[in-house]
C-alpha cells in the first residue's frame, strides 16, 4: 500500500510517502504564497508529485492508494483519525478559532489533495487525539465552568502523534504490552512536551488549550504567571508575539539554537548557561508531577531533536533522581545508546527517535482497514 503522509503549513508543505510501511522518499516546498516562492499549495502539490516521479516512488498521485494528512487541532470531537469527508472537513473548519495558525493551512492541504485525486481515500490524523483519554482533573482550567462549556477552553495537548508513537516503540523495548506500562515521554525540540502515560494511555500533558503551556520552548514561554500578559498589554506589547516568538530559550539568551546554547554555556557565556538550567528545571518540575501523579513509572523516554541528539541535557535532567529510581548511566548516554539507564535503575530511560509521519501512515492504514 502507497501512503503519502502530508504536513500543510501555512507557507509550507513537508511530504514523505510510504510504500508497504517503508519511507521510500520524502521532501519539502517552502515559501509558499511569498515572493519568490511558489504560488500557492496547489502548485506545491505538483512540484512535490513531480519530486516523486522523478525519485521513482510513485508514477503519478492517481496511484496513490491513500493520503493521511496531520491536522494539528481536532477539539474534543476527533479522539482518533478519521477518514476525510465533507462533514469532518466541516468540523476541522468549525475547530479553526482554537488553531487559527495551523487548521487552515492543514485543510487548504486536504482540499487542494481533493481536487487534484478526488478518488484517492484521505485521512485526518489529529496532534490533540492521544490526550483525549485525559480526565477531567488533568483537562479542566479553575476558572468559570461556563468558558469550557461555551467556549471549549480546556487542556487538549499537542504531539499526539509523536507521543503515542514511542510509547509503542517503549512498550516493545520493556516486551510489556502497551496497556500494562506507565510511561513519562518527553518530546524536547524547538517545540517541547511532557506526557504522563497510564496503561498506555495519555492522563495528563505539558501542553494546554494552545501549544504555549508547559515546557520551555526554542521561542515559546512555556507556562507564566497569568498576569504576565496582562502586563505586556497594558505596556503596549503585544502578548501573543512575545510569548509565542520572542521568548523561552531566545528571551532568556538571544538564541533558541540548543547546540548553540550549550557552545556558549560551556564557554563561560552566564545567560546561556542559566537559560539552559531554566530549560532543564522545567522538565524536571513535570517529571516529579507526573511520577506523583502516575505512582509507578515504567521508562522515562526521551526524543525529538533535543532529546534524541543531548546527552548534555538529558544528563542535567537526571542528575539527583537517584532516590527516585532514575539512574543514568553516563557512558551509555555520551555514546548515544538507546537504553541509557544503568544497571541499578529502578526506571529505564530510553532515548527513541521519533517519526510521526510513519505514525500517520500506520494510523491511515488503520482506518481504510476499518
Known sequence: MKILVLNSGSSSLKYKLFSEGEAVADGIVEHIGEEGGVKDHREALEIAEKALIRAGAVESFDRLDAVGHRVVHGGERFIEPVRIDSEVIGAIRDLIPLA?????????????????????????????????????????YAIPLEFYENYGVRRYGFHGTSHMYIAKKAAERLGKPLKTVNLITLHLGNGASACAIEKGQSVDTSMGFTPLAGLVMGTRSGDIDPEIPVMMEKKGLDADTVLNKQSGLRGLCGENDMRRIQERAAAGDEKSRTALEVYVHRIRHYIGAYMAQLGRVDALVFTAGIGEHSPLVRQMVCRGLEPLGIVLDTKKNADGRRDISAPKSQIRIFVIPTDEELEIALQTEAVLKR
Open 100 to 140: 487559527p495558525l495551523h487548521n487552515p493551512a492543514n485543510l487548504e492541504g486536504i482540499e487542494m489533495m481533493k481536487k487534484k485525486v478526488p478518488h484517492v481515500p484521505q485521512v485526518a490524523v489529529f496532534d490533540t487525539a492521544f490526550h483525549q483519554t485525559m480526565p477531567k482533573r488533568s483537562y479542566l
